[in-house]
């Protein structure tokens, strides 16, 4: 079984979701997950991590909050989920740092990756978030180490938070009697240009575990309309796809990286293609979306017209409008449960979903399926190790008392 002692169920939450998406901490499906990455927190060029939404992190007033409350408290999304870790002890919370837009547009990690101050820094800065805000651990998404050298830099990055993260749960473990384990995760690349630039098999030592990016592996980017998320390759239909995730996994274990430790990850999204005749064929242009255009959350899938379609070879499934000429490449329900067992079967740590306001809130969402799929939640095949609620050293008045 995954991780030696379960399956991971984790997916990202983003803070901007509260707004146009109106997707709220509440709506979480806190029982069927190990882990929920706080997306996203960003870093100052001397390697400071800090809060990128402070009204959606720790302002706003939900239901039951009060307005009156005296001292230094706090509220927003932060203390929603602390709340849901108070309900489901099962449930860690990660705050997510990078991402496309600071690390990959903005290349907020190369300054401080690069020297011991700006690592260490960093480091002490997630312990500070860590303390105040109640969260389990750290996950890093580099997007992504240009060379070899960025690589080593993530690595040293990465032992500077374990290693300041361990030194905060033996001061907790001298106070309380108990000492937690802080989670430190990344998200990986899946394409090879990317992931050989990562020192893998280090990076997989100093890690719980790794989210592999197993999607975007199509899109607008591309000449034909392929699938962006397909497990194995297509002999017969080479434009179907550039990648697939079976020969990445493999890739990541042959380089020394326990097969148990890598989640794979799934969209809760679509990316179409419009003026297509169908799988692996030219087409032009990508239409609207969800919330950009080109991308449909997968609760708005399939578009009215559509038929889906499963493509056995590659592992995929898709959907196609013959009147409108038009390819969404997703995950369905039944490919996400196929995915399930392909997790089995390789003897993979889990699944991860981007994002979770994408997902259905009916019979038919990806998450509950594949979490029942793995097991569920309740029979001991997720993963069992509890969050942490002890924050002695919060500022916020609140946390410190857990809420009460």
């Known amino acids: 079984m995954g991780g030696g002692d379960?399956?991971?169920?984790?997916?990202?939450?983003?803070?901007?979701?509260?707004?146009?998406r109106k997707y709220f901490p509440q709506t979480i499906p806190a029982d069927k997950l190990t882990h929920v990455l706080y997306s996203f927190g960003d870093n100052r060029e001397d390697g400071e991590v800090i809060l990128t939404d402070q009204w959606s992190d720790i302002q706003i007033h939900y239901d039951g909050d009060s307005w009156n409350d005296q001292g230094n408290n706090l509220y927003g999304n932060l203390k929603q989920l602390y709340l849901l870790k108070k309900q489901n002890r099962n449930l860690k919370v990660l705050l997510s740092i990078g991402g496309w837009t600071y690390a990959h547009e903005q290349k907020h990690f190369d300054t401080p990756a690069s020297t011991p101050q700006g690592r260490k820094r960093f480091a002490d800065s997630c312990v500070k978030l860590i303390k105040d805000l109640g969260f389990d651990g750290i996950d890093i998404d580099w997007e992504y180490p240009r060379d070899q050298e960025q690589g080593q830099q993530l690595l040293l990055l990465l032992q500077e938070i374990r290693s300041a993260m361990d030194t905060y749960a033996t001061k907790l473990e001298s106070e309380t009697g108990t000492k937690p384990r802080f989670v430190l995760t990344i998200a990986a690349p899946a394409g090879a240009d990317n992931y050989?630039?990562?020192?893998?098999?280090?990076?997989?030592?100093?890690?719980?575990?790794?989210?592999?990016?197993?999607?975007?592996?199509?899109?607008?980017?591309?000449?034909?309309?392929?699938?962006?998320?397909?497990?194995?390759?297509?002999?017969?239909?080479?434009?179907?796809?550039?990648?697939?995730?079976?020969?990445?996994?493999?890739?990541?274990?042959?380089?020394?990286?326990?097969?148990?430790?890598?989640?794979?990850?799934?969209?809760?999204?679509?990316?179409?293609?419009?003026?297509?005749?169908?799988?692996?064929?030219?087409?032009?242009?990508?239409?609207?979306?969800?919330?950009?255009?080109?991308?449909?959350?997968?609760?708005?899938?399939?578009?009215?017209?559509?038929?889906?379609?499963?493509?056995?070879?590659?592992?995929?499934?898709?959907?196609?409008?013959?009147?409108?000429?038009?390819?969404?490449?997703?995950?369905?329900?039944?490919?996400?449960?196929?995915?399930?067992?392909?997790?089995?079967?390789?003897?993979?740590?889990?699944?991860?979903?981007?994002?979770?306001s994408g997902d259905r809130q009916d019979a038919g969402s990806i998450v509950d399926g594949v979490v029942a799929e793995l097991g569920g939640p309740s029979n001991g095949r997720l993963e069992h190790h509890p969050n942490w609620l002890v924050y002695p050293e919060s500022q916020y008045d609140n946390l410190r008392k857990g809420f009460a």
Not at 7 to 20: D, M
């Open 6 to 20: 379960g399956y991971r169920t984790v997916a990202y939450f983003v803070n901007w979701g509260i707004y146009g």
């Open 196 to 356: 050989n630039h990562l020192p893998l098999a280090d990076l997989a030592k100093v890690l719980d575990f790794i989210n592999l990016m197993a999607y975007d592996y199509s899109g607008s980017w591309d000449k034909a309309a392929g699938h962006q998320a397909n497990l194995f390759p297509s002999s017969s239909c080479p434009t179907c796809s550039p990648f697939n995730s079976n020969s990445v996994i493999d890739a990541y274990v042959s380089r020394g990286v326990p097969a148990n430790k890598i989640v794979l990850g799934m969209p809760l999204y679509g990316r179409a293609f419009t003026d297509t005749d169908g799988i692996g064929k030219p087409y032009n242009g990508s239409g609207p979306g969800s919330w950009e255009n080109g991308v449909w959350d997968f609760k708005a899938l399939p578009q009215p017209g559509a038929q889906e379609y499963y493509d056995e070879e590659s592992g995929a499934s898709y959907s196609y409008d013959a009147n409108t000429r038009t390819l969404v490449s997703y995950d369905t329900l039944d490919m996400a449960k196929k995915k399930a067992q392909w997790i089995k079967q390789k003897g993979l740590g889990g699944a991860m979903w981007w994002e979770l």
